[in-house]
């Protein structure tokens, strides 16, 4: 009974010590929660597992759980063999790598696709402590294309009830869902009863994505046709949100007219007399209503929103109005400005045109223009400004104050509104002859010369010329002006003349000379008379270089004996000798002439007669 009871507590403390050794053999899986990827990207979804005994025995499996919530087995395998199961989604699209001796297995599922958003789970399987499994979530995300924006092209009137549809906004092909949210300004907008109402349609593609179309109704006040409305699209990826705007637009907001504007826009400044003038009219609402544009309650004719009146003048002065019709509510609005127009009579004279003083007198010109604001003159003669103010005075008269006067009246606060007028001055007296050539002149005899006389004197004076021989003067030319005379004479010179200009008139007569002398050519005289000597001198050197030549060649051919003369006898030089030629030759030296016949013989000169030529060398 004693051995029984020791193998009975043998038995027992066998069992206990294998219930002990299950107890403490287990096996531990770790996975995270999620896997997130785009779509088309790879995925990769890690299974770590440790197990207390080998793992040598260690059988992996890999499920998925269908959209109907059914577990489907894809992947087996051990450390000798890797099975991936047929006929599912995922066939040819996954692999697991790490097995062995590895506590560590990884699921790779190639070209992600929507459909594979699922959850996968990892089972490790021990023989003998049993099995443990863990679950991972696969995400997939698709971001959407650039949202649009697009607004209402017909404008939003104030006065609608209800709000009025202003813009839509559309965010397409994203995965998950995008979100659209509605600014205006800075401000977003949510719904509000009566005020602001967003209407969002959601539409799943065929591709399984989503396109999200969002419509925001808004009942407008006027200050929204300064706003600006955009939309913000918000959206999920892998490990967080993403947000994108639209570009941002306006909307046109119709509002009625509660006050009108009404000024001259041309010209800018005062308005003078003859000017154009444009008179614009606007209204503070939109759209811009129809105007009527009245001056001095009569109405015109006018484009749309301006009025245009020609050449004003100053009974032009008064009020512009302009109307305006609402055509909802058939109100009228009414704006006007008053127009006055500047003005600047023609100047006048105190003399006027002309006027004639005698010299010494004093002479004392007004010169003022109406006008409707201040102005200031200034004096002109020739271009040339001779005083300021509205009276010109000339005292102490002389023929240099004579001329034409100009005052130029201007308005300096008014741009180009200005007059003038003009006086004639005439200084009466005997004529003035101004100071014209040199009154001596000298002139080659047979020569023309021209003779100018210029005066002045009031009445105009009378030019006449005459000369000290009484030889003709031939008048070229004459002009005149109303006190002035310029003539213009020719006169020949034969010999030493004096001509006279004279100017006359009512008030007495002037002259004055022109001594004209003519110049005697004795340089000239002189200068022939060498020239003729030198001529002369010329001429006779080469006759004697002529003769001598001649003689060299007579000599030359005797000599040769190519003359037929004989030497023998004398020859007279009284007698003709035909074909005979006598030439002495002398030499400085021995004074000695030689004479040479027709027949070549030397003869002194006792022998050679009385009648013969000598050429001195």
Request: charged share 20%; with cysteine.
């Amino acid at each position: 009974m004693a051995l029984r009871m020791k193998a009975s507590m043998f038995v027992g403390l066998f069992l206990l010590s294998l219930a002990w050794k299950a107890a403490w053999a287990t096996v531990q899986v770790n996975m995270e929660d999620r896997v997130e990827v785009f779509l088309g990207d790879t995925a990769q979804i890690t299974c770590m597992f440790t197990v207390s005994d080998s793992p040598d025995n260690v059988i992996i499996q890999w499920y998925m759980i269908t959209k109907t919530n059914v577990r489907l087995r894809i992947y087996y395998g051990n450390s000798t063999m890797q099975v991936v199961d047929r006929g599912g989604q995922f066939t040819d699209k996954i692999s697991v790598n790490g097995m062995g001796n590895s506590s560590e297995v990884v699921l790779t599922i190639r070209d992600v696709k929507l459909e594979d958003e699922l959850e996968f789970i990892c089972q490790v399987n021990e023989m003998s402590v049993g099995s443990e499994e863990g679950r991972t979530m696969l995400r997939v995300f698709a971001s959407p294309d650039r949202p649009i924006i697009t607004g209402e092209e017909s404008g939003i009137s104030v006065s609608n009830e209800n709000p009025s549809k202003m813009g839509s906004c559309e965010a397409r092909n994203g995965y998950p869902r995008p979100n659209i949210t509605w600014y205006r300004d800075q401000s977003s907008l949510q719904n509000t009863p009566g005020e602001v109402s967003v209407v969002t349609l959601v539409t799943k593609e065929s591709s399984g994505l989503y396109t999200v179309q969002s419509d925001l109704h808004l009942n407008v006040v006027k200050e929204d046709k300064d706003s600006f409305f955009y939309c913000e699209v918000s959206y999920l990826v892998p490990g967080g949100t993403k947000m994108t705007e639209t570009n941002k637009i306006n909307i046109t907001v119709y509002y009625p007219t509660t006050s009108l504007d009404v000024w001259v826009e041309s010209p800018k400044g005062r308005v003078k007399e003859g000017d154009t003038v444009e008179v614009h009219c606007r209204a503070n609402g939109n759209p811009q209503p129809p105007f009527t544009f009245m001056h001095n309650m009569e109405e015109l004719k006018s484009e749309p929103n301006v009025l245009v009146l020609k050449d004003v003048t100053r009974q032009s002065n008064g009020n512009i109005t302009c109307t305006a019709l609402d055509l909802d509510t058939y109100e009228e609005t009414l704006g006007q400005t008053e127009l006055f127009v500047d003005y600047l009579d023609p100047a006048v004279l105190i003399p006027k045109d002309t006027h004639v003083m005698a010299q010494g007198e004093e002479l004392m010109v007004t010169c003022n223009a109406l006008s409707s604001l201040p102005t200031h003159t200034v004096w002109f003669k020739k271009g040339k400004k001779v005083a300021e103010g509205h009276t010109l005075t000339l005292k102490d008269a002389v023929f240099d104050m004579a001329g034409t006067y100009m005052c130029v009246v201007k308005v300096p606060s008014v741009e180009g509104l200005e007059t003038t007028g003009s006086l004639r001055v005439f200084v009466q007296g005997r004529p003035e002859i101004k100071k014209s050539a040199d009154p001596v002149q000298e002139v080659s005899p047979e020569k023309t010369q021209k003779l100018s006389c210029h005066a002045r004197g009031y009445p105009t004076p009378v030019i006449t010329w005459s000369s000290s021989d009484k030889s003709q003067v031939l008048k070229l030319s004459q002009r005149e002006t109303e006190d002035e005379v310029l003539s213009v004479v020719s006169v020949k010179v034969t010999s030493d003349i004096t001509a006279y200009c004279n100017a006359s008139n009512k008030h007495g007569t002037v002259s004055v000379s022109f001594s004209l002398k003519a110049i005697v050519q004795t340089t000239s005289s002189a200068l022939s008379t060498t020239e003729g000597s030198g001529v002369v001198i010329a001429v006779i050197i080469i006759c004697i270089l002529l003769l001598a030549i001649l003689g060299s060649v007579l000599y030359f051919l005797y000599k040769k004996g190519k003359l037929p003369c004989g030497r023998s006898g004398k020859q007279d030089l009284t007698k003709p000798n035909k074909g005979g030629i006598v030439v002495e030759m002398k030499s400085d030296n021995t004074e000695e002439a030689v004479l040479l016949s027709v027949n070549g013989d030397k003869k002194p000169p006792s022998d050679q007669g009385d009648k013969y030529m000598y050429v001195q060398k």
